[in-house]
């Protein structure tokens, strides 16, 4: 489970006095307990899922690229680098991303097996690969490549 990863990568980050890793595990662990308290009046007492962390962390990844891409703007070198280390902590906690040529093949398969055919069957084709890929598929880049197929 990703909850007992985090602490313990916690404590080995402490250990080793790394405080760049320390705050950024620290902050994972404040968004997840933050979804957590939200998650509670729809009855889930027990927390979030590893898949809802990843969506998180997903999210975070996103935010911190686009901050990256604002201090390149403003000239802040030292914060594209703050930010760059955060991204990288955050990324060892994901599971491995599918490659270019596995995404295209997941595409062609999965419109081989609903029998997609025009761009109308491209809600149902995405319903499926995220079925089946959640987690390690980029659905940003995979996209495009159903498009393509169906267009």
Same mark, same amino acid.
């Given at each position: 489970?990703?909850?007992?990863?985090?602490?313990?990568?916690?404590?080995?980050?402490?250990?080793?006095?790394?405080?760049?890793?320390?705050?950024?595990?620290?902050?994972?662990?404040?968004?997840?307990?933050?979804?957590?308290?939200?998650?509670?009046?729809?009855?889930?007492?027990?927390?979030?899922?590893?898949?809802?962390?990843?969506?998180?962390?997903?999210?975070?990844?996103?935010?911190?690229?686009?901050?990256?891409?604002?201090?390149?703007?403003?000239?802040?070198?030292?914060?594209?680098?703050?930010?760059?280390?955060?991204?990288?902590?955050?990324?060892?906690? @994901?599971?491995?991303? +599918?490659? &270019?040529?596995?995404? %295209?093949? /997941?595409?062609?398969?999965?419109? $081989?097996?609903? !029998?997609?055919?025009?761009?109308?069957? @491209?809600?149902?084709? +995405?319903? &499926?690969?995220?079925? %089946?890929? /959640?987690?390690?598929?980029?659905? $940003?880049?995979? !996209?495009?490549?159903?498009?393509?197929?169906?267009?």
């Amino acid at each position: 489970m990703l909850r007992e990863r985090f602490n313990e990568v916690l404590k080995e980050a402490m250990r080793a006095k790394d405080q760049a890793k320390v705050g950024t595990i620290r902050m994972i662990l404040a968004g997840i307990k933050d979804r957590d308290i939200a998650a509670r009046p729809q009855g889930n007492a027990s927390g979030i899922d590893d898949g809802a962390i990843l969506t998180l962390l997903r999210s975070m990844i996103k935010q911190r690229q686009e901050s990256v891409e604002m201090y390149r703007q403003g000239a802040r070198q030292d914060l594209v680098d703050k930010e760059n280390a955060e991204i990288a902590v955050i990324e060892s906690f @994901m599971p491995q991303q +599918m490659s &270019e040529d596995e995404t %295209r093949a /997941a595409v062609t398969a999965v419109i $081989a097996e609903t !029998g997609a055919t025009t761009i109308k069957d @491209m809600g149902k084709v +995405m319903a &499926e690969l995220r079925a %089946r890929h /959640a987690g390690v598929m980029d659905f $940003a880049k995979a !996209g495009p490549l159903v498009k393509a197929a169906l267009g």
